[in-house]
């Protein structure tokens, strides 16, 4: 079965530390990769995205993630957190063949620290 | 402004009684999704809709009724709602592109208890 894999359940990282937020997709076709925020009492939101092109792409916020596409990951990486990045984080895999699902990952809270 | 919206945003009922939660976009999507969002499992697919009239079943459909008459318009219906139907439910929607589809738009939210 398809799934969707978020390996940190909760992080908590002082302000200026670096993140790096883990990924994994049970799927060997062609995937939409996406990453989604959910700030405190706000709608999700994306972050950034990637279908095809360029492994690495760049998102709001000065968040980036890098496709990897033979471990199946999508790894979502901030070179250093603001307390104002405090929220939850989505990971979200739209799988293009034999089906029109969105499957998320559980998702990994995320505290920063002033 | 485009948006998605969702009605109510706030519901508490009884089991068995039933009830319906409207979503709406204004954005002339194709893709019209319901998730719902409970503490530990992320956001679970319930229905989705491609476009009018065609409608599948998610990861967790049961209990659950969609409808897409108009491409507006994405109601979710719960026949005879149960307690472990109490979460946070999210309908989204979002453009169909030759390659899938695009960034999800979220509605804010429908938090849904069932005493």
């Known amino acids: 079965a398809q799934s969707v894999s978020q390996h940190n359940h909760h992080v908590i990282l002082s302000e200026a530390a670096s993140l790096e937020l883990g990924c994994n997709y049970s799927?060997?076709?062609?995937?939409?990769l996406f990453w989604y925020v959910q700030y405190p009492g706000q709608h999700l939101q994306l972050l950034l995205k990637?279908?095809?092109?360029?492994?690495l792409v760049k998102g709001i916020k000065g968040f980036e993630a890098e496709f990897i596409k033979s471990k199946f990951s999508f790894n979502l990486r901030k070179p250093s957190v603001q307390w104002s990045d405090t929220a939850e984080y989505f990971c979200?895999?739209?799988?293009?063949?034999?089906?029109?699902?969105?499957?998320f990952g559980t998702g990994t809270r995320l505290k920063v620290l002033a | 402004e485009a948006q998605v919206t969702q009605n109510p945003r706030y519901l508490i009922t009884v089991t068995g009684k039933k009830l319906t939660v409207t979503c709406s976009q204004n954005?002339?999507?194709?893709?019209m999704s319901w998730y719902r969002q409970d503490p530990g499992l992320g956001l679970r697919q319930i229905y989705y809709?491609?476009?009018?009239?065609?409608?599948d079943k998610g990861d967790v459909p049961e209990g659950y009724k969609v409808s897409r008459k108009e491409k507006r318009n994405f109601p979710l219906i719960l026949e005879s709602p149960s307690p472990n139907q109490t979460s946070l439910y999210f309908c989204?929607?979002?453009?169909?592109?030759?390659?899938?589809?695009?960034?999800?738009?979220f509605g804010p939210g429908t938090r849904l208890t069932v005493l």
């Open positions: 989204a929607s979002s453009l169909f592109l030759a390659g899938g589809s695009d960034t999800q738009y």
């Open positions: 990637y279908f095809s092109g360029d492994p």
């Open positions: 809709s491609m476009n009018v009239e065609v409608t």
């Open positions: 954005m002339n999507h194709e893709y």
């Open positions: 979200a895999v739209w799988f293009t063949s034999g089906t029109y699902k969105y499957i």
């Open positions: 799927y060997g076709g062609t995937v939409n």
